[in-house]
């Protein structure tokens, strides 16, 4: 089994800022891309960050210049720094990543953690 756990998340002030953690645990084999996917009240979910294994970047026209993605690969973690948050930010936020649990692995696979809300007061 593998398990992703956020942390972080909770209510800030318009132009605040918030750090995101989400840690991977369990049979794990190898982490490819990890990243953060966000989902707003009545909207689809979509993509904010994500990290490659070589720490490739790549980030939502929303989040460029505010948000930044980073990992720890020795604990199995993503990070996602927000800082200069907007209203429009306020959603539950995702964490994803693609692992491969086995050396016998073919593939990896695609798992979620269960979401942690960010509310930005204006």
């Known amino acids: 089994q593998v398990q992703l756990v956020e942390s972080g998340g909770g209510l800030m002030q318009a132009g605040g800022s918030l750090r995101l953690s989400c840690a991977a645990s369990g049979t794990i084999f190898s982490i490819h891309a990890m990243g953060w996917y966000r989902q707003a009240p009545g909207k689809q979910r979509e993509l904010v960050a994500t990290i490659g294994s070589s720490g490739a970047t790549n980030y939502a026209d929303s989040a460029k210049g505010r948000f930044t993605i980073s990992r720890d690969s020795a604990k199995n973690t993503v990070y996602l720094q927000m800082n200069s948050l907007k209203p429009e930010d306020t959603a539950v936020y995702y964490c994803?990543?693609?692992?491969?649990?086995?050396?016998?692995?073919?593939?990896?696979?695609?798992?979620w953690g269960q979401g942690t809300q960010v509310t930005v007061s204006s």
């Open positions: 994803n990543a693609r692992i491969r649990r086995t050396v016998w692995d073919a593939n990896e696979s695609n798992y």
